[in-house]
């Protein structure tokens, strides 16, 4: 099983970044997939969710308005579009994929770094 993450970078404080996270190893479709962040000093949290067959999503507050989660079941891929983004976005965000059971699934991390 494997959650690869990319996309990550230094952007200036407005400008935007789509992260990618490629899952294999599992059957992707039938997975909720989402993605958290850890700022130095903090706790890891919720970005945003998606849901397998409903397609719900949630989003963390500090984050609505400004991203948005989507995914492509064929490619294995979900995706994370940040935009207007602020320094207090800084962190490593991580792509976590959970079977609604005892399975959950963690990539290794992508730094995204918001100068001022």
């Known amino acids: 099983v494997k959650l690869v993450e990319s996309g990550g970078g230094v952007v200036h404080a407005g400008g935007s970044l789509r992260l990618s996270c490629i899952a294999s190893?599992?059957?992707?479709?039938?997975?909720?997939m989402s993605w958290y962040r850890q700022a130095p000093g903090k706790k890891r949290e919720l970005v945003a969710g998606l849901r397998r067959a409903d397609g719900d999503i949630e989003y963390g507050d500090a984050v609505k308005g400004r991203f948005t989660i989507d995914r492509d079941d064929a490619q294995n891929t979900v995706y994370l579009q940040m935009n207007l983004l602020k320094p207090d976005d800084t962190a490593v965000y991580y792509c976590?994929?959970?079977?609604?059971?005892?399975?959950?699934?963690w990539g290794q991390g992508t730094q995204v770094t918001v100068s001022s």
């Open positions: 190893g599992f059957e992707f479709s039938g997975y909720a």
């Open positions: 976590h994929a959970w079977n609604y059971g005892p399975l959950i699934y």
